[in-house]
């Protein structure tokens, strides 16, 4: 604007060329409107957002776009998200009980958690029926267990960390699986192996993340370790942390953010309620699946509505996809309307031109960007 300004008056006042002039300065001042850079990103950023609400994505701001794409590390919760969240009982080992009586014991305890394991376990019981939910106290630790206080008696369910806790030596598991150990009033009556499968695609998908630039992948899980590291393994994952509570997957999250790649973001993607502060901290987080918790989803900056693996690449392709649209939009603006300043600068091109050249660029921005729409990268 500046440029076109002096052009249109100061040659003037030494050449008296008044009409030339002005119709230089003109030219310049049309060739330097930006409403041509002012939709070169956005017009790409509300694309991919429609994009991804029509394969059952909800993102909540055309800022996340970037961040996805941009992102380095990835951090994954386990159940639910990259295995499928249906325990099945593999094993119960008493010790001083019957079998009966440790599976009664364990799922009066868990008769009121929604944890995918309580589930399991009060399924495997099938023939007691639940105390009115007044009637227990129940108090769920975080990447622990259960305490529970029901028909008098105070029943712990958990690993074997929450027990010794408490005193209370455990036995060592005999076959793999998520170890539940059970103790009844300070005793300790023996252990329920439970075990889950991996959903179909996560290993394809965490696989196609790496292709696409993602170079850290790290598996963030409150099971032990026996129970992670056979998933962490079969997934190739780099980094696995185990039996984290809510407040070390924050910490693990803000040690991974202080040590990322410059200029790179980092994502969690989980479906828990109790990893909520950990998609707070993060630089984009996602909540994945159909049974994801309302205040997972109320948390995230993505919201994933289908128990898909698939969908993570996918979305991260359609994000890469949509930051080059933009590096080429900005490219086409920035080289049209440069050739034209100099043009109007150097030979006097005319006012019509000038405006044929500006609204050239911005008609190619906008055709540039609806590629996002006709050839979607989420369904090619």
Same mark, same amino acid.
């Given at each position: 604007?500046?440029?076109?300004?002096?052009?249109?008056?100061?040659?003037? &006042?030494?050449?008296?060329?008044?009409?030339?002039?002005?119709?230089?300065?003109?030219?310049?001042?049309?060739?330097?409107?930006?409403?041509?850079?002012?939709?070169?990103?956005?017009?790409?950023?509300?694309?991919?957002?429609? #994009?991804?609400?029509? @394969?059952?994505?909800?993102?909540?701001?055309?800022?996340?776009?970037?961040?996805?794409?941009?992102?380095?590390?990835?951090?994954?919760?386990?159940?639910?998200?990259?295995?499928?969240?249906?325990?099945? #009982?593999?094993?119960? $080992?008493?010790?001083?009980?019957?079998?009966?009586?440790?599976?009664?014991?364990?799922?009066?305890?868990?008769?009121?958690?929604?944890?995918?394991?309580?589930?399991?376990?009060?399924?495997?019981?099938?023939?007691?029926?639940?105390?009115?939910?007044?009637?227990?106290?129940?108090?769920?630790?975080?990447?622990?267990?259960?305490?529970?206080?029901?028909?008098?008696?105070? &029943?712990?369910?958990? @690993?074997?960390?929450?027990?010794?806790?408490?005193?209370?030596?455990?036995?060592?598991?005999?076959?793999?699986?998520?170890?539940?150990?059970?103790?009844?009033?300070?005793?300790?009556?023996?252990?329920?192996?439970?075990?889950?499968?991996?959903?179909?695609?996560?290993?394809?998908?965490?696989?196609?993340?790496? $292709?696409?630039?993602?170079?850290?992948?790290? *598996?963030?899980?409150?099971? +032990?370790?026996?129970?992670?590291?056979?998933?962490?393994?079969?997934?190739?994952?780099?980094?696995?942390?185990?039996?984290?509570?809510?407040?070390?997957? &924050?910490?693990? $999250?803000?040690?991974? +953010?202080?040590?990322?790649?410059?200029?790179?973001?980092?994502? #969690?993607?989980?479906?828990?309620?109790?990893?909520?502060?950990?998609?707070?901290?993060?630089?984009?987080?996602?909540?994945?699946?159909?049974?994801?918790?309302?205040?997972?989803?109320?948390?995230?900056? $993505?919201?994933?509505?289908?128990?898909?693996?698939?969908?993570?690449?996918?979305?991260?392709?359609?994000?890469?996809?949509?930051?080059?649209?933009?590096?080429?939009?900005?490219?086409?603006?920035?080289?049209?309307?440069?050739?034209?300043? +100099?043009?109007?600068?150097?030979?006097? +091109?005319?006012?019509?031109?000038?405006? *044929?050249?500006?609204?050239?660029?911005?008609?190619?921005?906008?055709?540039?960007?609806?590629?996002?729409?006709?050839?979607?990268?989420?369904?090619?």
């Amino acid at each position: 604007v500046g440029l076109g300004l002096v052009s249109a008056v100061i040659p003037p &006042i030494f050449t008296g060329a008044w009409k030339d002039w002005i119709s230089r300065g003109t030219v310049l001042l049309v060739l330097s409107g930006t409403s041509a850079l002012s939709v070169a990103a956005a017009l790409s950023y509300v694309g991919a957002v429609a #994009v991804s609400a029509k @394969n059952g994505i909800i993102v909540k701001g055309t800022r996340f776009v970037e961040a996805l794409a941009k992102a380095k590390t990835m951090i994954f919760n386990k159940t639910g998200t990259l295995t499928e969240g249906r325990y099945a #009982v593999l094993d119960v $080992v008493p010790h001083g009980v019957s079998e009966n009586e440790l599976l009664y014991a364990a799922a009066m305890a868990e008769q009121y958690s929604s944890h995918p394991i309580a589930r399991a376990i009060c399924a495997s019981c099938g023939g007691f029926e639940r105390e009115a939910r007044s009637a227990v106290k129940m108090e769920e630790i975080p990447g622990r267990g259960v305490s529970t206080v029901v028909q008098g008696k105070h &029943i712990f369910v958990g @690993n074997a960390a929450l027990l010794e806790e408490h005193s209370i030596h455990c036995e060592i598991p005999r076959r793999g699986g998520a170890a539940m150990h059970v103790a009844v009033n300070g005793a300790y009556c023996g252990y329920i192996v439970v075990s889950d499968r991996v959903r179909e695609g996560a290993f394809d998908a965490i696989e196609e993340l790496r $292709v696409l630039g993602v170079r850290n992948t790290v *598996l963030l899980t409150d099971d +032990i370790r026996s129970v992670a590291r056979p998933v962490a393994s079969a997934l190739n994952f780099e980094m696995v942390k185990s039996e984290q509570t809510p407040e070390s997957k &924050i910490s693990a $999250v803000e040690y991974l +953010i202080a040590t990322k790649p410059e200029r790179s973001t980092l994502a #969690v993607v989980c479906d828990r309620a109790g990893d909520a502060q950990a998609l707070e901290r993060a630089d984009v987080g996602i909540s994945m699946g159909s049974k994801s918790t309302d205040i997972a989803m109320e948390t995230s900056d $993505v919201i994933i509505n289908r128990d898909d693996p698939m969908m993570i690449p996918e979305l991260r392709r359609l994000a890469r996809a949509t930051m080059r649209i933009v590096q080429q939009n900005f490219a086409m603006v920035i080289g049209i309307n440069t050739v034209g300043l +100099i043009l109007g600068a150097a030979s006097g +091109i005319s006012v019509l031109a000038s405006a *044929l050249m500006h609204n050239m660029s911005t008609i190619l921005v906008v055709a540039n960007s609806l590629r996002l729409m006709v050839f979607p990268p989420m369904e090619g």
